[in-house]
């Protein structure tokens, strides 16, 4: 393991960004594993971010080099501070291109100490994981009565979730209701009473429209490693 690569191979000044520096970095490390060792290098991420590939630090030709490149990162928008982004980049099928993992604490099991240890847990891909935190805000925030109804503005600014990942998640919400007529003056407004009824559907609102509905006439959109 090496950490981090620049550090460890020496290179000075703007060599980091020179691909022939970055390829005689790389070098004495290829030869390693092609003897069937695994080598892990860490780099720097740029200042200004980019694609898993492109925002390492220094020369393309560190990523050229390798087998496999994982970025890690913040998720986007309004999360957990112990979520994380881990993006791949690879030559094998096998490498997963986007999962998000959470860093959670387990107290491990002895006598006299208290001793805790720090693991990360995958939790799935981007999609599931701001479908389900979502889902968990607007149960949360959803008024229970008609007068107290909330438009998809209001929702968006409570929960700092992109629009059309609320507008999935509430679909998948039994019981939300909605009043309004989807137009401007008047936008379609969601609440949840609370006590619903076991049905196979969603119930109808005021106005015999339900949240499945498409009232408001909104677009749905149903570090590396060798």
Known sequence: MVDTLAQFAGIKGDGENNAGDALEALAP?????????????TRHARKGGGEVGEDGRGSTAFTGGVDVVLSLKRPEGNHRPTLRVLE????????????????????CPSPDLEVWADSFQVLGDTDAVEGDEAKDALLRMLPTSEGEAVS?????????QKRVTLQRAIKSIQG???????????????????????????????????????????????????
């Open 152 to 160: 998809m503005d209001d929702l968006e600014d409570a929960t700092g």
């Open 29 to 41: 490390l290829q030869q390693i594993a092609h003897r069937g060792r695994a080598i892990l290098i």
């Open 176 to 226: 939300v209701q909605t009043i309004g007529k989807g137009r401007k003056g008047d936008p379609l407004r969601y609440f949840r009473p609370e006590f619903v009824s076991a049905q196979t559907s969603n119930p109808v609102g005021t106005h015999g429209q339900n949240a499945d509905e498409d009232a408001d006439g909104e677009a749905e959109v149903d570090d590396v490693v060798f």
């Open 88 to 107: 791949g980049l690879s030559r094998f099928d096998e490498t997963p291109t986007k999962l998000v993992i959470e860093k959670v604490s387990a107290r």
